[in-house]
């Protein structure tokens, strides 16, 4: 089945805990993005890669990090998470060809809680 | 800097009518639109993607269409279900921007009663 996994569904953590939330594909998409969602700020773009070893800043990046190894997959990571990273993430990948993309599919997302 | 808004942000509408929910950006310059449902607590769905050669897509029960000129795009369910209910946000990829990115609606939540 074509899918987008991520993992954890849910993560509770403590403020500075290091932690990485995984997102793979099966799909051979060369796009890959994560997305945090919250109330009244709807879905906001991190990062984003178009390839491996490629990746791109989104709209709000501050304190995520993220790589593209391989194609598969594109962990984010919090080096240092703050309360206010609070969030909803969503992993999403699609197929990329020039201006060309194929629809974006989306993970189940991962619930973060920072205190 | 590209703006995309939907309104209303919540709908509520007896089973069986056919309803319009609408979105607008602000630059026109797109590669496509993208129509994706949202379950509560759940991921995003992709509905329908119309490019920007296009101007509208079907699947079944919906039609989305494009409007380039006017910044519009609408999404029309037909005959509509108790389990049409959840929110629908919709997605552009502006020319303008680096190629990756998306600029999101905040979305329209709508209900519909059985």
């Known amino acids: 089945e074509a899918q987008v996994t991520q993992n954890p569904r849910y993560l509770i953590t403590v403020t500075g805990k290091k932690l990485t939330v995984t997102c793979s594909q099966n799909?051979?998409?060369?796009?890959m993005s994560w997305y945090r969602q919250d109330p009244g700020l709807g879905l906001r773009q991190i990062y984003y890669s178009m390839n491996v070893e490629v990746t791109d800043k989104g709209d709000v990046p501050e304190g995520y990090k993220v790589s593209r190894k391989e194609k598969r997959n594109f962990p984010l990571i919090l080096e240092s998470p703050s309360p206010n990273q609070t969030s909803l993430y969503f992993c999403?990948?699609?197929?990329?060809?020039?201006?060309?993309?194929?629809?974006?599919?989306f993970g189940n997302g991962t619930r973060l809680t920072v205190t | 800097k590209q703006e995309v808004t939907q309104i209303p942000a919540a709908l509520s509408v007896p089973e069986g009518e056919n309803l319009v929910l609408n979105c607008s950006f602000t630059d026109s310059a797109i590669y496509n639109l993208q129509w994706f449902r949202q379950d509560p607590g759940k991921g995003l769905t992709s509905l329908l993607l119309i490019q920007s050669s296009q101007r509208e897509q079907t699947s079944g029960r919906l039609n989305a269409s494009l409007d380039k000129s006017s910044g519009r795009s609408t999404l029309y369910i037909a005959a509509s279900q108790p389990g049409d209910s959840a929110t629908y946000l919709c997605?552009?990829?502006?020319?303008?921007?680096?190629?990756?990115?998306?600029?999101f609606g905040q979305g329209t939540t709508l209900q519909v009663k059985p």
């Open positions: 799909m051979n998409h060369e796009y």
């Open positions: 997605a552009v990829k502006s020319i303008s921007s680096n190629t990756g990115k998306l600029i």
């Open positions: 999403a990948s699609s197929f990329v060809s020039g201006s060309y993309n194929s629809p974006l599919h």
